[in-house]
């Protein structure tokens, strides 16, 4: 049976992956060479992805009577400092970045995913939002892979 407490934790938590994105994404436009213009313009739609899901899942968060998570995952502040090691490596290789940037998009998918699991426990509305964003990030995600996949065969 769902509860307002299984739909605010498990909106919670998909906030904090998107923050994690937009952090994520961020920094990798940040890492981009200028000549990576097309690749920056995709990323910089990711934010924006991001951060309408961030909308999306707050105003449920506040629906149900919550308080909307503001921070990042933990595993996603290891991810951010990995891709910052990364870069400094790599000299802001851009197989590199898209390598941190998939990673990413992998964990993204594999929390939506949980949260898909868990949605015998969350109302209706929480489920189907659940299941449309992580159909929108699933095509991000691809396209991330795509365009590791191409740099790789053009190296």
């Known amino acids: 049976m769902a509860t307002k407490e299984?739909?605010?934790?498990?909106?919670?938590?998909?906030?904090?992956?998107?923050n994690d994105r937009v952090i994520g994404y961020t920094k990798?436009?940040?890492?981009?060479?200028?000549e990576d213009n097309d690749i920056r313009t995709v990323f910089q739609s990711f934010i924006l992805?991001?951060?309408?899901?961030?909308?999306?899942?707050?105003?449920?968060?506040?629906?149900?009577?919550?308080?909307?998570?503001?921070?990042n995952t933990a595993a996603g502040k290891i991810y951010h400092a990995w891709m910052d090691v990364k870069a400094t490596f790599t000299g802001h290789d851009l197989q590199a970045i898209l390598n941190a940037c998939e990673y990413g998009e992998d964990a993204a998918q594999r929390s939506y995913k949980i949260a898909i699991?868990?949605?015998?426990?969350?109302?209706?509305?929480v489920s189907q939002l659940i299941t449309e964003q992580k159909a929108s990030l699933k095509k991000e995600h691809d396209a991330v892979k795509e365009y590791r996949d191409s740099v790789r065969v053009s190296k």
């Open 117 to 125: 699991e868990d949605s015998a426990e969350v109302s209706s509305d």
């Open 28 to 34: 990798a436009t940040e890492e981009l060479k200028a």
């Open 49 to 71: 992805s991001s951060k309408r899901h961030i909308t999306e899942l707050t105003d449920l968060v506040l629906k149900y009577g919550g308080e909307p998570a503001h921070d």
């Open 6 to 18: 299984n739909n605010i934790e498990i909106l919670n938590d998909l906030i904090r992956i998107n």
